[in-house]
């Protein structure tokens, strides 16, 4: 199965930092990334699909990108409410496997 | 609006079994793949099983083949995960989810709330 691996497990920032998440595929896995956004108490919400492709309604703050084995996740002026904890996700291929996730805090 | 809701969780004993159901609304069910992704409290997502549109294709985790079985009513819009010989490491919440298309596999979105399982003695 091909594994996952987000770095790092956690992070602390200020509002309008830079921050980079890094997710790392054992096998190519083309651009078949997605990244999940889970705050406190609420469920995942898709943010980014095809490794670059911002959902509608997420902030432009946002951005993916990648190919092959390594990804990135940017947010590029931190903001309160993006205190999360953020999941990439292989698909198209079982398992669809996810990353160990990324906690984010200001 | 896309509605997951999903029932049927509770406290089980090692070795017992449970139902879970997820009731689909707001989108046509039978033209969509689903799944069941758990997430053991305070930790990550693990995906457990997924089944296809039309049920030809269905695909379990590692961890739960053998014991957890997936299927899906269309005509009634529910998904249904049967739980059998459950583990205390089955503690989780486990949520339905959505996936983009009809075959394997895409992304998931949305995500129901969640029916929590507790196994324990």
Known sequence: DIQMTQSPSSLSA???????????????????LAWYQQKPGKVPKLLISAASTLQSGVPSRFSGSGSGTDFTLTISSLQPEDVATYYCQK???????????????? | EVQLVESGGGFVQPGRSLRLSCAASGFTFD??????????????????SGITWNSATIAYADSVKGRFTISRDNAKN????????????????????????????????????????????
């Open chain 1, 14 to 32: 200020s509002v309008g930092d830079r921050v980079t998440i890094t997710c790392r595929a054992s096998q190519d896995i083309n651009n078949y």
């Open chain 1, 91 to 106: 698909y198209i291929t079982t398992p669809p496997t996810f990353g160990g996730g990324t906690k984010v805090e200001l």
């Open chain 2, 31 to 48: 033209n969509y793949a689903m799944h069941w992704v758990r997430q053991p409290p305070g930790k990550g997502l693990e995906w457990v």
């Open chain 2, 78 to 121: 529910s998904l249904y995960l049967e739980m059998n010989t459950l583990r205390p490491e089955d503690t989780a919440f486990y949520h339905c989810t959505k996936d983009v298309g009809p075959g394997s596999w895409g992304w998931f979105d949305p995500w129901g709330q969640g029916t929590l399982v507790i196994v324990s003695s």
